[in-house]
Structures are given as structure tokens and as C-alpha cells.
């Protein structure tokens, strides 16, 4: 089994909340624990509680900016979401699009070296991860979220209890899966990167991937790149490449999307997933 590494250094939390006064009971509650608890353990607990569009925009542009300064934090997103539009603003029933939000995190992850973890109670939030469609710079770390709707009660019951073993116990994924794995969803960058790599080798292998690598190429003439044949040619030969499973092409993908951060998983990891995949 490919072993993932899980190691994160977390010295803060912001909690974003875009909820109603009226919404805010179990927020108000977790904030009354952790505002006792956190200070006990020397982690600073910064909330913002955003009206409109424009703030929750400010608001991560505010955490950005204390990144450079040093901190590594955890990301609480406490709102309402919509599969197709967003994170709800609630005080202006404004939506910050999936995209927006995407774009927000990944430079907050770039300042952070590829440590931020972002823990999501807004339903729908898997949508943020579904946003990763090439190797540029993870918008996360550990994403934390749903693709679905998130009952306020088990945020209620579970996130402060959460929060208190992540720096009681000092493992993130450990807290995740005790008190949030029945109802979210954990995603890990480097896993995804790895999945992402071993299926487009599986799919470009062998005579079933010849239809898939002209797709590929079919494609790129649809975004804008000349149908001519000296782009047709430099096209084959560099997905041909693509398709031919390397180390250097791992670490060419793990630098510009994991930035750098050690994985734990290599070439032969990766052909023997393929090959536990296609034995099924």
C-alpha cells in the first residue's frame, strides 16, 4: 500500500463565519470553547465574521498577508454553500464562487510551503478540490470537506472535540478520522497528485490509449493551439512522453504542484498501484 505523508505543522487557527446572528448558535458555542481552550495551548484563534463578498475575499487576503509573517494555520470556512455557486454570504446573499475560493486558498498555500489545511462545515465544499484540473500549486494541503449538505448538529457536537485533539494529540488526520470521517471527506494533496499521475499513465498505456492520447491532443486544438502539422507533431511527442512513466516526471510534477514538499511515494509505487487497479 502507497503510504501518504501526513505531516503538517499547524501555530494557528482563522475561522471565517458567513452566517446570520440568527445562524450562529453552534458557531457561538465552539467559539466559547476554543476561545477558553486554545490560548491554554498557545495557539492563536483569529475569526472574522463577514458580511459581504468583498470581506470574506479580505478576509483571506488578511490571512494570506499573516502567513508571510510566519504563521502556518488551519482554515475554518463556517458558512453555507451551494453545489453550483459558491460560499454563501448570508448578510448579503451574495456567492464567492468556487472558483474565487480556489484561487484565494492555493495563494495562501503557496506563501504557507504547501501547509494549509482547511477544514470545511460549508456544504458542497468538495466542490473546492473538483477545481484541480492541472499541476500548478495545490490550493491546500488537507482539505477537509462534503459534497453534500453538512448538518449543523454534528458540527456542534464534534468540531470543538476535533480542534481539542488536533493540538492535544498532535495529528490532524488522526482528529479527522475519531470525530469528522462519518460525515466528511479528507482529501490530501499528495494522494491526489499520485491518483492523478498513476491514471493518466494507466490511460495512456498500451493500444487503449492510443484514442486517448489523440483525444488529448484533439483537445489542446480546442483551447487554441494551431492545428498544423509542426504543433501535431511537437503534441504527440511530448504526450508520448507524458505517457512513458518516469521518476523525473514525478519530480517534475511533485515541484510544481506539491512545491517541492517531500512525498512518499515513487515510480514503482505508483506502476504497482496500476497494477493492483487493473487485477481488480
Not at 458567513?18 to 481552550?37: C, F, S, V, W
Not at 470525530?179 to 494522494?191: G, K, P, V
Not at 483537445?219 to 487554441?224: Q, S, T, V
Request: hydrophobic residues 45%; proline residues 3%.
Amino acid at each position: 500500500m502507497t503510504e501518504f505523508s501526513s505531516t503538517v505543522y499547524v501555530n494557528s487557527i482563522f475561522w471565517i463565519t458567513a452566517l446570520k446572528p440568527e445562524d450562529m448558535g453552534a458557531t457561538n458555542r465552539i467559539y466559547d470553547d476554543l476561545i477558553h481552550y486554545l490560548p491554554s495551548v498557545g495557539i492563536p484563534f483569529n475569526t472574522f465574521e463577514v458580511s459581504t463578498a468583498g470581506d470574506f475575499l479580505l478576509a483571506l487576503d488578511t490571512i494570506a498577508e499573516s502567513a508571510r509573517g510566519g504563521l502556518k494555520p488551519i482554515l475554518h470556512l463556517d458558512a453555507h454553500g451551494s453545489n453550483d455557486k459558491g460560499i454563501l454570504i448570508a448578510g448579503s446573499g451574495e456567492y464567492v464562487s468556487w472558483n474565487a475560493v480556489f484561487d484565494k486558498l492555493r495563494a495562501i498555500n503557496i506563501v504557507t510551503g504547501n501547509n494549509l489545511c482547511v477544514i470545511s462545515s460549508a456544504c458542497f465544499s468538495m466542490q473546492i478540490a473538483r477545481r484541480i484540473e492541472a499541476p500548478v500549486a495545490a490550493p491546500f494541503f488537507l482539505l477537509v470537506a462534503s459534497d453534500k449538505e453538512v448538518s449543523v448538529g454534528f458540527i456542534d457536537d464534534k468540531m470543538t472535540a476535533f480542534y481539542k485533539e488536533v493540538f492535544d494529540g498532535g495529528n490532524l488526520v488522526e482528529a479527522y478520522r475519531k470525530y469528522l470521517s462519518s460525515d466528511l471527506t479528507l482529501f490530501h494533496c499528495e494522494r491526489l497528485l499520485a491518483i492523478a499521475i498513476a491514471k493518466l499513465w494507466a490511460d495512456l498505456v498500451g493500444q487503449a490509449g492510443d484514442r486517448t492520447r489523440e483525444d488529448m491532443l484533439t483537445n489542446a486544438f480546442k483551447e487554441g493551439i494551431p492545428n498544423t502539422r509542426y504543433f501535431r507533431r511537437m503534441g504527440r511527442r511530448i504526450i508520448k512522453k507524458m505517457a512513458r512513466p518516469s521518476q523525473d516526471f514525478i519530480d517534475s510534477q511533485v515541484a510544481r504542484f506539491l512545491m517541492g514538499k517531500p512525498v512518499g511515494f515513487d515510480k514503482n509505487s505508483l506502476m504497482k498501484m496500476i497494477r493492483e487497479e487493473q487485477g481488480k
